[in-house]
């Protein structure tokens, strides 16, 4: 049993990484008026965010060290790219077409992606109510982008939407499969170890398939860079492994919900983007199949339908 104050003190903490979290989104698309493209941001976000993963990496020792094998290596390598490079390359890309409020919307299904792969891969059958809250999930979202696709530019809204959804999906087979190597690693160190990898990936593809010159853009987006990788990458990836350690994956996954809803008023505030009526509407329809997915089932259902979820450390 956690103590009164160890739980305020976890409470506390996961809220601001998801606050955190949050803004991210809202910090990508005010970096974007400076016109500087998804790669060479994305680069800042890892140059500024590598040092710090380095020293805790080289702080922190695997958990199980004697359970790791060179397999292992190979499959953290794999997810690395997966769930940090490629969701965070498509996240990027997503956000030059698309609003950030509705970004957050997108990503926030990825417990139901979740379910989906488990389903297909590992033959684990989802309950009646995890079906209802998927069909209720993606009631929101077609509530949610009625409306963006009724504008002139709806074909970009599509190639947005769908560039979020690939985020979102491969960050789901990144926690689906990092579920047996978290236990082996320590969350803040496979955490580490995968933030590392993603980092050396989009210096590779910075270096094969951009002109842009790092070192010439204002002073404003290396700002706006260095505050993503502190504020919205390195600080709550490990706010939120320690809320999640000790107040519980299911009690964390109900505050998570607070994520789409701080997006949404941080971008009204720094970005002036408005949500009609009906698009508010869907979010909370969102919200709220997205907490049936991960609270309705409980226990041990919850954890076998979610490997991967009771130690989730950080998102895109």
């Known amino acids: 049993m956690k103590s ?8 506390t903490l996961a809220l601001m990484g ?24 994305l680069l800042l976000r890892m140059a ?3 040092p710090v993963y380095l020293i805790i990496a080289l702080i922190k020792r695997p958990f199980k060290p004697e359970e790791i094998t060179k397999k292992d290596y190979l499959w953290l390598l794999t997810f690395g790219f997966i769930g940090y490079y490629l969701a965070s390359l498509f996240d990027f890309m997503g956000l030059q077409y698309i609003k950030a409020s509705l970004e957050r919307i997108i990503l926030f299904i990825y417990p139901t992606l979740v379910l989906f792969i488990t389903w297909i891969f590992f033959k684990k059958i989802p309950t009646r109510v995890q079906v209802l809250a998927i069909i209720v999930t993606y009631i929101g979202i077609f509530i949610t982008f009625g409306e963006e696709l009724g504008v002139e530019n709806s074909g970009e ?10 985020s979102a999906l491969t960050y789901a087979f990144y926690l689906v499969g990092s579920g047996y190597l978290i236990p082996k ?22 270096s094969f398939t951009s002109t842009d010159d790092i070192l010439a853009y204002p002073k404003e987006v290396y700002a706006l860079g260095f505050l993503m990788a502190m504020i919205s990458t390195v ?34 505030i720094f970005l002036d983007e408005r949500l009609t009526y009906m698009q508010i509407l869907g979010a909370v329809v969102v919200i709220g199949g997205i907490l049936l997915v991960t609270t309705a089932t409980g226990g041990k259902k919850a954890q076998a339908a979610m490997p991967g979820k009771t130690e989730k450390s950080a998102t895109t």
């Open 4 to 11: 009164p104050k160890i739980q305020v003190i976890a409470v």
């Open 18 to 41: 998801i606050i955190f979290f949050s803004a991210k989104a809202v910090i990508v698309k005010l970096a974007y008026q400076y016109e500087i493209s998804a790669v060479p941001l």
């Open 48 to 50: 500024f965010s590598l």
């Open 157 to 166: 809204v599509l190639l947005g939407g769908f560039l979020v959804f690939l």
């Open 185 to 206: 690693f320590g969350a803040v160190t496979f955490t580490s170890y995968a933030m590392i990898v993603s980092c050396v990936c989009v210096v590779l593809h910075y």
């Open 235 to 268: 600080i709550p990836s490990y706010l939120i492994s320690f809320a999640i350690k000790h107040m519980g994956a299911s009690n964390f996954s109900i505050l998570g919900s607070m994520g789409p809803i701080s997006t949404i008023i941080l971008a009204n």
